[in-house]
């Protein structure tokens, strides 16, 4: 997807790895990406299937409608919605 300036739109999310308890914050202010908070550590793409089932879960949607577009290997991660 590609908004109207040619830059890539989806859901930004900056993520938490192994937090006390699972869960999806907003962000500190508007336009600041969601805070996705996981119980896994961040080892062998646990972590990333994680966020992308609590993603889902909090959205409403079934998981395989989310696409990892950025960030497989670091905090800060873009969705797509299909």
């Known amino acids: 997807m590609e908004g ?7 859901i930004a ?5 192994r937090a ?4 999806v914050e907003p962000g500190a202010a508007e336009g600041d990406p969601l805070r ?4 896994v550590p961040p080892e062998g793409g ?8 609590l993603l889902a ?6 998981p395989s ?4 577009l950025r960030g497989a290997k ?5 969705f797509r919605l299909d």
Not at 20 to 23: E, K
């Open 57 to 62: 879960a909090h959205l409403g949607v079934a």
């Open 4 to 10: 109207q300036d040619g830059a890539e739109c989806g």
């Open 20 to 23: 006390a308890r699972a869960r």
């Open 13 to 17: 999310v900056r993520v938490t790895p």
């Open 36 to 39: 996705v908070h996981v119980t």
């Open 74 to 78: 670091g905090r800060d991660k873009l």
């Open 46 to 53: 646990k972590a990333n299937a994680a966020v992308r089932k």
């Open 65 to 68: 409608r989310l696409t990892l």
